[in-house]
């Protein structure tokens, strides 16, 4: 059964996605960030680009030939996953076919827009019975 791990709290909730995956690109863990909206996509790309300021978090999109060997992919769909490890969704919406993952984290910021969409979501696993931890990251991703 798939391990749901949501991450609430954050100030800004691309900030806080980004600074997962560096720490999880560094542990040499692959994730799929399920991104289905392109301006998430894009800032989300230039942020890994950026920080930290002295390194660079290897990412690419699903369609690129370098995806099979990339530890961070984004995706726009869930149709032909190149792995089933880690999940990261970056979408409102419960992604189709997450249990097909291992893993599935969900980081929710404390703007409402987010906030909201993302208790529906905790409640929509928890009544399907996933284990799902929760984790206040207000202070940070450690």
């Known amino acids: ?3 749901i791990t949501f991450l609430h709290g954050a100030r800004d909730r691309l ?35 950026t920080q930290p300021a002295t ?15 990339t ?21 409102d919406e419960v992604p189709s076919g997450f249990s097909r993952f291992e893993e599935l984290i969900e980081i929710v910021s404390i703007e409402d827009a987010d906030r ?3 208790r529906e979501r905790f409640r929509f696993y928890r009544e399907r019975g996933y284990p799902v931890e929760n984790r206040d990251i207000s202070g940070g991703i450690r």
Not at 57 to 68: S, V, Y
Request: charged letters at 25%; proline letters at 6%.
């Open 15 to 49: 900030q806080a996605v980004a600074a997962w995956l560096e720490r999880a690109s560094g542990e040499g863990r692959r994730v799929l960030v399920y991104v289905p909206a392109g301006d998430r996509r894009d800032h989300l790309d230039r942020l890994l680009w």
């Open 71 to 91: 530890p961070i992919v984004f995706a726009s769909g869930l149709d032909h996953p190149l792995h089933d490890e880690c999940l990261l969704n970056l979408s």
């Open 1 to 3: 059964m798939t391990k």
């Open 116 to 118: 909201l969409p993302g």
């Open 55 to 69: 390194g660079f978090t290897p990412h690419c999109r699903a369609e690129n030939d370098l995806a099979a060997e």
